[in-house]
């Protein structure tokens, strides 16, 4: 079963602008981490963000999270066309097991 | 080169056949993930260790899937009598538990094609 779903499923931009990709979640989770997959490759680590934190940075990327509402946002800026990528969040669960759910990820190009 | 090492990258199998599938994770990493990965869909978890301990199995582990991490370093994965449906890339990660909470990492993936 999934855990997260991100939206949108795919996106599409020109080269420069900003990305945004949500993810939404169903449980309390410890942490929420976000991925990039270039096509038939493995998933590189982008950022991890912890239950009490709101908003980290990374280069350009700036990830937010809200318990509240369950939900988690990617924001690439000034992007460029080997950001092409699919994006995924993948969350644990506070329920004492630490496996990672993905969800069904954002399929994201850039034009140049 | 010091991240998730699978192997092999690529295996061709015919219907019927085991094949076993290699995962070396981050050497001081004590928690070893296994996911499968069919196009177009997010990774789906298959199971995890803790140092040699298998904690948990998902439902879509069948019986022909064996995973072991023996000595609490390697792992194998196991498919015997595989069927088209197993055709998908089989993901390895592993993450560092007992010291807070830290990223997993992922290997390349061994893609597996039944035919």
């Known amino acids: 079963s999934q855990q997260g779903e991100e939206d949108p499923q795919a996106l599409s931009i020109q080269e420069g602008e900003n990305a945004t990709m949500n993810c939404s979640y169903k449980t309390s989770i410890n942490n929420l981490q976000w991925y990039r997959q270039n096509s038939g490759r493995g998933l590189v680590h982008l950022i991890l963000?912890?239950?009490?934190?709101r908003e980290k940075h990374s280069g350009r990327l700036r990830v937010t999270l809200d318990t509240s509402k369950k939900s988690s946002s990617l924001l690439i800026t000034a992007s460029r066309a080997a950001d092409t990528a699919s994006y995924f969040c993948?969350?644990?669960?506070?329920?004492?097991?630490?496996?990672?759910?993905f969800g069904t990820g954002t399929r994201l190009k850039v034009l140049a | 080169d010091t991240g998730v090492s699978q192997d092999p990258r690529h295996k061709i199998t015919k219907r019927g056949q085991n094949v076993t599938f290699r995962c070396d994770p981050i050497s001081e990493h004590n928690r070893l993930y296994w996911y499968r990965q069919t196009l177009g869909q997010g990774p789906e978890f298959l199971t995890y260790?803790?140092?040699?301990?298998?904690?948990?199995k998902s439902r879509l582990l069948s019986d022909r899937f064996s995973a072991e991490r023996p000595k609490g370093s390697f792992s194998t994965l196991e498919i015997q009598r595989t069927e088209q449906g197993d055709s998908a890339m089989y993901l390895c990660?592993?993450?560092?538990?007992?010291?807070?909470?830290?990223?997993?990492?992922f290997g390349q993936g061994t893609r597996l094609t039944v035919v």
């Open positions: 963000i912890r239950s009490n934190e």
């Open positions: 260790f803790q140092n040699e301990a298998q904690l948990e």
């Open positions: 993948a969350t644990d669960t506070d329920s004492g097991t630490y496996k990672y759910i």
């Open positions: 990660a592993s993450s560092l538990a007992g010291v807070g909470i830290t990223e997993a990492f």
